[in-house]
Nanobody, 127 residues
Framework: QVQLVESGGGLVQPGGSLRLSCVVS????????IAWFRQAPGKDREGVSS????????YYADSVKGRFTISRDNAKKTVYLQMTSLKPEDTAVYYC????????????????????WGQGTQVTVSS
């Protein structure tokens, strides 16, 4: 059974930082790309960042470039999203998703490319 479990969300003040984690079980992470998506209230889900399987190529949406960093530790079966300089507009539920790496355009964040999804973790940026 494949599971993706996100953690690390919470309430943070503008300018603050959070690190999200996504623990993946049930698949060999070596073959899967991982992406982070987010969905703000009343808005469509959007891609935030992604990382390829073995080479670790990273991609970022323009809205988070320079503030967010994605990384992975395949031995720990975990992908991280380090978020800094957080803004109120970063408030959303954040989801991680896994898809077979060779089949995905990593900078496109097409939801149908990803086979497995986590349940999401809430990030709220507010003073």
């Amino acid at each position: 059974q494949v599971q993706l479990v996100e953690s690390g969300g919470g309430l943070v003040q503008p300018g603050g930082s959070l690190r999200l984690s996504c623990v993946v079980s049930g698949v060999n992470l070596d073959y899967y790309a991982i992406a982070w998506f987010r969905q703000a209230p009343g808005k469509d889900r959007e891609g935030v960042s992604s990382i390829s399987s073995k080479e670790g190529r990273t991609y970022y949406a323009d809205s988070v470039k320079g503030r967010f960093t994605i990384s992975r530790d395949n031995a720990k079966k975990t992908v991280y999203l380090q978020m800094t300089s957080l803004k109120p507009e970063d408030t959303a539920v954040y989801y991680c998703a896994a898809g077979l790496s060779d089949l995905i355009a990593l900078a496109a964040w097409v939801e149908d490319d990803y086979d497995y999804w986590g349940q999401g973790t809430q990030v709220t940026v507010s003073s």
